[in-house]
């Protein structure tokens, strides 16, 4: 860690963060029920509050049943009460989406400003004395330079690839939530 420089500790405490938000985004993002929304809605239907909960689906399937049917009591519009029962839930799956796309852009230029560094005490010291004299601080600087390089690019590549997975979870359960609220609010059309 001493090689890189301050740099380095910078690198270490966003490969931290980076991976504290990937970690609650697997654990947030994980599905649970398999099957589509349709059956999932109707499995709650049937059951009531003996339906295991299994993920973020079905907690959002059955709050957003125990919203229509709130809303139908008091003779409401279906999807507004639906959409925002679920709207905690469309919060939840894009939590801390932000902070790793930030950690994936600014670490290479974390690592880049290490390059920089290590360059400049390299010229410095190609500067103070003779180039075969000072060998030592030579190869230090490059090292610092290609240690923040090389963490920077091991920090971002992983969060880019793993986050991209995560986005597009994302995306899905925001299409799932309007196909409960869809499926939900529009039954009654259905079964006339």
Known sequence: MNAGGVVMWVLFVLNLALWYGLGFRYLTLRRGTEGNVRRLVAKHEKRG????MRGLLDYAAADALAAAEEANNIGQNCRNFVMDALSPYM????????LVKTIVVLAPLVGLLGTVIGMIE???????????AQGNSIS????KALFTTELGLVVAV????????F????????LEFEQIADVICTKDEYEI
């Open 140 to 143: 230090g600087g490059i090292s």
């Open 158 to 165: 992983p969060g880019l690839i793993i986050g991209r997975i």
């Open 91 to 98: 919060i939840v799956v894009g939590t801390y989406s932000t």
């Open 49 to 52: 509050e003996a339906q295991a």
């Open 167 to 174: 986005d597009k979870q994302e995306e899905r359960y925001e």
């Open 122 to 132: 390299t010229f410095d010291a190609l500067q103070s004395s003779s180039m075969f």
